[in-house]
């Protein structure tokens, strides 16, 4: 067998820490259960995490996905997502005599709790993130009168507060770090008493997943990152990746969206995936590329993690019996 030089040397550099992250595996783990306890139907309130893969199997085991509470119904457990809702839907969830779990990520919690608090203080809250995102529609809906939406620099020129003295930033957990700092410091120019979130909102996950994929990309040619394209964090790790080095980079559901075209003339692959994605996923992904020379993986990690979070309490009560009683109540 010829030796392979360095200059043909196909490569794959793996991202690590990639995948799940606590808040996710937590709202996985809480539909499965549900399932297990109460048995099937449970029905669950948006896309318990944006994953298509994950969505369609919790379907096979009895989930039932619906976009609002009203669909629901009467006396059935409803499941809110790890995206968080805003307190108008719990009262939707009370009026429709439902039982509930609140899957919502902690650091989500988080969030809304900052905004909660600012608004009693009366502050003018900034809220970095997108628009129509189901996380930034659960924190808005906490104090809608006090926050003003912020999608991104571009955004800031047109903002205006009541009181520049009285003004805060918080953001969706799932940005980009470069560009959510990018807006804080446009932010922090207009309003200089602009004050902090007491710990930054993205999420710990975004971020090592971020940091992993910015030193994959300096030395890929190309970037697969496994992910759906309404994952916010998931499509940030693809423009994070071609912001630092990468030629090329896709965001693909599996291996099957993969196009063998990519590959002409690219010794290096860098491979990555978004919270919300089984790393079953990215081993067909390291497959089909194994299949097509690239079959050397190197992980990259410069990060570690041990986030867990709890399951959500409400999974140790009867919910079956809890939600009989309120449509006989």
């Given at each position: 067998?010829?030796?392979?030089?360095?200059?043909?040397?196909?490569?794959?550099?793996?991202?690590?820490?990639?995948?799940?992250?606590?808040?996710?595996?937590?709202?996985?783990v809480?539909?499965?259960q549900?399932?297990?306890?109460?048995?099937?139907?449970?029905?669950?309130?948006h896309?318990?995490?944006?994953?298509?893969?994950?969505?369609?199997?919790?379907?096979?085991?009895?989930?039932?996905?619906?976009?609002?509470?009203?669909?629901?119904?009467?006396?059935?457990?409803?499941?809110?997502?790890?995206?968080?809702?805003?307190?108008?839907?719990?009262?939707?969830?009370?009026?429709?005599?439902?039982?509930?779990?609140?899957?919502?990520?902690?650091?989500?919690?988080?969030?809304h709790?900052?905004?909660?608090?600012?608004?009693?203080?009366?502050?003018?809250?900034?809220l970095?993130?997108?628009?129509?995102?189901?996380?930034v529609?659960g924190?808005?809906?906490?104090a809608?009168?006090?926050?003003?939406?912020v999608?991104g620099?571009?955004?800031?020129?047109?903002?205006?507060?009541?009181?520049?003295?009285?003004?805060?930033?918080?953001?969706?957990?799932?940005?980009?770090?470069?560009?959510?700092?990018?807006?804080?410091?446009?932010?922090?120019?207009?309003?200089?008493?602009?004050?902090?979130?007491?710990?930054?909102?993205?999420?710990?996950?975004?971020?090592?997943?971020q940091?992993?994929?910015?030193?994959?990309?300096?030395?890929?040619?190309?970037?697969?990152?496994?992910?759906?394209?309404?994952?916010?964090?998931?499509?940030?790790?693809?423009?994070?990746?071609?912001?630092?080095?990468?030629?090329?980079?896709?965001?693909?559901?599996?291996?099957?969206?993969?196009?063998?075209?990519?590959?002409?003339?690219?010794?290096?692959?860098?491979?990555?995936?978004?919270?919300?994605?089984?790393?079953?996923?990215?081993?067909?992904?390291?497959?089909?590329?194994?299949?097509?020379?690239?079959?050397?993986?190197?992980?990259?990690?410069?990060?570690?993690?041990?986030?867990?979070?709890?399951?959500?309490k409400?999974?140790?009560?009867?919910?079956?019996?809890?939600?009989?009683?309120?449509?006989?109540?």
């Amino acid at each position: 067998m010829g030796v392979m030089t360095a200059d043909t040397a196909r490569r794959v550099l793996l991202a690590a820490p990639r995948g799940y992250c606590a808040g996710v595996d937590r709202a996985v783990v809480a539909v499965e259960q549900a399932l297990e306890q109460y048995g099937a139907p449970v029905y669950v309130r948006h896309e318990i995490v944006h994953n298509k893969y994950v969505v369609r199997s919790l379907e096979k085991k009895g989930a039932i996905f619906v976009e609002e509470t009203a669909e629901v119904p009467p006396g059935e457990i409803v499941i809110f997502s790890a995206h968080g809702v805003a307190p108008e839907v719990h009262r939707e969830a009370e009026r429709g005599k439902l039982a509930t779990i609140d899957a919502t990520c902690p650091l989500v919690t988080k969030v809304h709790k900052e905004a909660v608090r600012f608004a009693q203080d009366d502050y003018d809250i900034l809220l970095i993130g997108h628009e129509g995102h189901e996380e930034v529609i659960g924190t808005s809906g906490e104090a809608p009168e006090h926050i003003t939406l912020v999608d991104g620099p571009d955004d800031v020129a047109d903002v205006e507060v009541r009181n520049p003295e009285k003004v805060v930033w918080l953001s969706q957990t799932t940005l980009s770090v470069d560009e959510t700092m990018e807006t804080v410091d446009a932010l922090k120019e207009k309003f200089p008493a602009l004050i902090s979130p007491p710990s930054d909102d993205i999420c710990y996950a975004t971020q090592n997943r971020q940091t992993a994929i910015k030193q994959v990309a300096a030395e890929s040619d190309l970037v697969l990152v496994v992910g759906s394209k309404n994952s916010s964090n998931s499509v940030r790790l693809v423009e994070t990746a071609l912001a630092h080095g990468a030629s090329s980079g896709h965001l693909v559901d599996g291996a099957d969206e993969i196009d063998e075209a990519w590959l002409d003339g690219v010794r290096t692959v860098g491979v990555s995936s978004g919270a919300s994605v089984p790393d079953v996923l990215v081993e067909g992904v390291l497959e089909w590329l194994a299949a097509r020379g690239y079959a050397d993986v190197e992980v990259v990690q410069p990060v570690q993690e041990h986030m867990q979070f709890s399951l959500p309490k409400e999974l140790r009560r009867d919910l079956r019996a809890e939600a009989a009683e309120k449509t006989r109540g």
